[in-house]
């Protein structure tokens, strides 16, 4: 491209981005319908990666699950006590104080409890832990009240549980089955999907709710690498009395996320691309009505020796800027109306409800950027190569 | 409709630039009619639910299990015409966890729950007698492949054999199916017969998951209901019954307020198409000033000439909304047939059509009342000439 070129094109779009002001209505038109569309768009996928990255910043990778062969949730999961006692004894599971294995056995039972403000029980997940548990997941940490003692009907909440859930205030009491629980704590464990449960003493929980087994067992690894994990596998494969799987949390957690994101996700993309669809047309309309107004401006300029490609190009940047507006106005608006929002639903894979929080990502507002850009193109394509290829003569008859 | 061609004629006086509006309209109402869709189908549950139709489960947890022993109870409190049990069997198909549900149910009496549900009288004949028994909803069918008389092999996540294994096979012996497009998305099931599954199974015989009742007038719902956790009241194995119709919509609460996310998706929508069309119509009333004023001078009163911009507006929002509606009625059936038994079916409801064509007049006098009212106010002097 020659300088010549160049200096057209400069000279071209600053004409016309200096006569936006008399278009303000329909450069309006683009700029609203992809703030509209980058919008939803981003505000949906916030959703589908907010709920991602609860469950992929659950679990660390030194760390294991143990299920029953076969399940693939804690929820049709079931170990026997006995099992439990063999599991945490084995030597690849790692030594806390006093050399008591970090293996914590858990019983998870839903219990119902109503959204703040409405009736309707929801499954929410209360999981009986060991000791151990503590020491397992030290991401925990205590942010209102103590930990629950052992053998009292007392349980510590999760805080994103207590923030969607009614009642869950330190010092509250609940009441399941025939037992009252208060609530003593509020914990965190950085916003990981444990956020959601509520938390007791596995054998307070066991009696209460007339279980007699556990669901899982989760433990540290005493040697967190392939070959530690292997050698665990291999001992529990060799013991008849065990038919157990083992999973790596990250692992187990991933797998927990897949129906419900991948819906979010397409039901993103699928409404952000209808919207997309109509938002061409309105780019199209208000390109084509932007050329027509400045019909005997742009036929004076190819009379007086501009070339057809700067006009195609200043057309074209034109409405790149005005899409690039667009994309900024509904990316600020996902962020500032959905960035950090809580809400909680129902996982299918545990059928149990888990609260997370919108998370609008660079890489989300960059997508959206990108989307606004391609309607932006795809708007003023057509309308720049009309103005640059109308016939001087005619367009400058009026 | 004498004036339907000066309508058309104004309307499709620049071409290009109505037929971009009308298609953005055309899919702002597509949109419409899917979203809606979606959202009718997570409420459908509460639509297809029959008013005579209650379910118990244990109090405290749905996932819970029940005696089997509570049915002869259930069965005679007054006003219960008839109960069936049924059992959660957590299927995993070809490694998919819970790719469809699967219940454990006595054949006759829980297709008797569902007078709805479609079956060949000889297919429930052979699902009754045949202990090893499953009959499949019509989708299930169509989206396996799966053939009548052949083996089912399905994994259990939760119930293992007597020898320990988690493999369980049955004899596909029928399909089962539903008239009305809301109460097929109840129909994607597995049922299977329960007297081969309690005796085979490692744990939990004699026990259930839920119980479903027929009642014989549903005015009685609620008084029904509370007597039927009243005989179970202090036992080790306490009931919360409710009309089928609570437990449809406190599931779909579960998940979450899915209208409030459809509306919200919509209004970013027609606000987008409020913008759009209300200024194409304002452009188009602006260029065609002289013309209008031509009209009043041929004698068209102010009302005439108001009425007919208003009516080009709502003209040009009908016909948006008729073809995109049309258009996500035409599609939706192959929405269906790809998602086939993973999602409910999508249908486009007859309320879906009304609130459609309510929102199209009212984004028609939206965009059409400005310029109407400025083609009211026009006078003829100025207007030709170009003031």
């Given amino acids: 491209m020659t300088s010549r070129t160049l200096h057209q094109i400069t000279q071209i779009t600053l004409i016309n981005l200096r006569s936006l002001p008399q278009r303000l209505g ?7 319908g992809i703030a509209g569309v980058v919008g939803v768009l981003v505000s949906v996928l916030a959703m589908a990666e907010g709920f991602q990255h609860t469950l992929a910043s659950t679990g660390r990778p030194g760390r294991v699950i143990m299920l029953r062969a076969g399940s693939d949730a804690e929820l049709s999961s079931g170990v026997d006590r006995d099992q439990a006692t063999l599991l945490a004894a084995l030597p690849a599971v790692a030594r806390g104080d006093g050399g008591r294995p970090l293996a914590s056995a858990e019983l998870v039972v839903m219990v119902d409890l109503p959204r703040k403000g409405e009736s309707h029980p929801n499954n929410v997940p209360f999981r009986g832990v060991q000791t151990a548990a503590f020491a397992i997941r030290d991401e925990l940490r205590l942010v209102e009240g103590r930990a629950f003692r052992r053998g ?13 859930f009614a009642g869950l205030e330190v010092g509250s009491r609940i009441a399941f089955r025939d ?5 003593v704590g509020i914990f965190t464990t950085g916003g990981d999907v444990h956020e959601s449960e509520i938390w007791a003493d596995a054998e307070v929980a066991m009696s209460a709710f007339r279980r007699t087994g556990y669901q899982s067992v989760t433990a540290t690894l005493a040697d967190g690498s392939e070959a530690g994990l292997a050698a665990l596998v291999t001992t529990i494969k060799r013991d008849p009395r065990l038919s157990i799987n083992v999973l790596r949390e990250p692992e187990y957690y991933a797998k927990q996320a897949g129906v419900l994101s991948r819906l979010i996700t397409v039901l993103g993309y699928t409404v952000a691309a209808f919207m997309a669809v109509g938002a061409t047309f309105g780019a199209l309309n208000c390109m084509y009505s932007a050329i027509a107004s400045r019909q005997v401006e742009i036929a004076t300029l190819r009379a007086i020796g501009f070339g057809g490609a700067p006009v195609v190009v200043s057309v074209l940047i034109e409405a790149l800027l005005l899409a690039l507006l667009g994309g900024a106005v509904g990316g600020a608006l996902a962020y500032v109306y959905c960035d950090g929002a809580s809400l909680s639903t129902l996982n299918f894979n545990t059928f149990s409800q888990v609260a997370f929080d919108f998370r609008v990502t ?12 391609l309607i932006g193109a795809a708007g003023g394509l057509l309308p720049a190569i009309r103005a640059a290829r109308l016939p001087v003569t005619v367009a400058l008859r009026v | 409709m004498r004036y339907l061609p000066l309508l058309w004629a104004g309307l499709f006086r620049r071409k290009t630039r109505t037929v971009l509006t009308l298609l953005s309209i055309v899919v702002a109402f597509l949109l419409f009619g899917m979203l809606q869709a979606v959202q009718t189908a997570f409420e459908s549950g509460a639509d297809a639910a029959d008013a005579k139709r209650l379910l118990t489960t244990a109090r405290y947890s749905i996932i819970e299990p029940l005696p089997m022993a509570h049915l002869k109870v259930i069965e005679r409190v007054p006003g219960v015409v008839g109960v069936a049990s049924a059992d959660w069997f ?3 198909y070809q490694n998919e966890s819970n790719a469809f549900p699967v219940f454990a149910v006595d054949p006759a009496r829980y ?5 709805e549900f479609t079956i060949d009288p000889a297919q429930r004949e052979a699902f009754a007698k045949t202990r090893t028994g499953a009959v499949a909803g019509q989708r299930l069918v169509d989206r396996y492949g799966w053939r009548v008389g052949q083996k089912l092999p399905l994994a259990s996540e939760i119930h293992a054999r007597t020898d320990g294994s988690l493999n369980w096979e049955f004899d596909l012996v029928g399909v089962i199916d539903a008239e009305d497009p809301a109460v097929r998305g109840n129909t994607d099931v597995v049922l299977i017969n329960v007297a081969h599954f309690d005796e085979a199974r490692q744990l939990g015989r004699g026990k259930t998951g839920w119980y479903v009742a027929r009642i014989a007038d549903s005015g009685q719902a609620k008084a029904i209901s509370t007597e039927i956790d009243r005989l179970f009241a202090n036992s080790p194995d306490e009931t919360k019954t409710a009309p089928e119709k609570e437990f449809a919509v406190g599931f779909a609460k579960q998940i979450g307020d899915i209208g409030a996310v459809v509306t919200r998706i919509l209004i970013a929508v027609f606000f987008t198409i409020l913008i759009l069309t209300g200024n194409t119509m304002a452009q188009s009333v602006r260029e065609r000033i002289p013309e209008l004023a031509i009209l009043k001078t041929l004698g068209f009163s102010d009302a005439r000439v108001t009425a007919l911009v208003l009516a080009e507006a709502v003209l040009l929002l009908g016909l948006g909304a008729v073809l995109g509606m049309a258009a996500a009625a035409a599609l939706l059936p192959a929405v269906n047939g790809s998602t086939g038994g993973r999602f409910p079916p999508l249908f486009v409801t007859d309320i879906t059509w009304i609130l459609a064509a309510a929102l199209a007049l009212l984004v028609a006098l939206a965009v059409g009342l400005p310029p109407a009212l400025r083609a009211r106010r026009l006078r003829i002097v100025d207007a030709l000439a170009g003031r």
């Fill in chain 1, 152 to 164: 009292v009907r007392e349980v510590v909440v999760g805080r994103k549980a207590a923030q969607q």
């Fill in chain 1, 26 to 32: 329909t450069s309006l038109v683009i700029v609203v």
């Fill in chain 1, 179 to 183: 037992s009252d629980w208060t609530v």
């Fill in chain 2, 111 to 115: 297709l008797d729950m569902y007078p």
């Fill in chain 1, 362 to 373: 660079p890489a989300l507002l960059a997508r959206g950027l990108a989307w606004a850009l």
């Fill in chain 2, 90 to 92: 957590g299927a995993k």
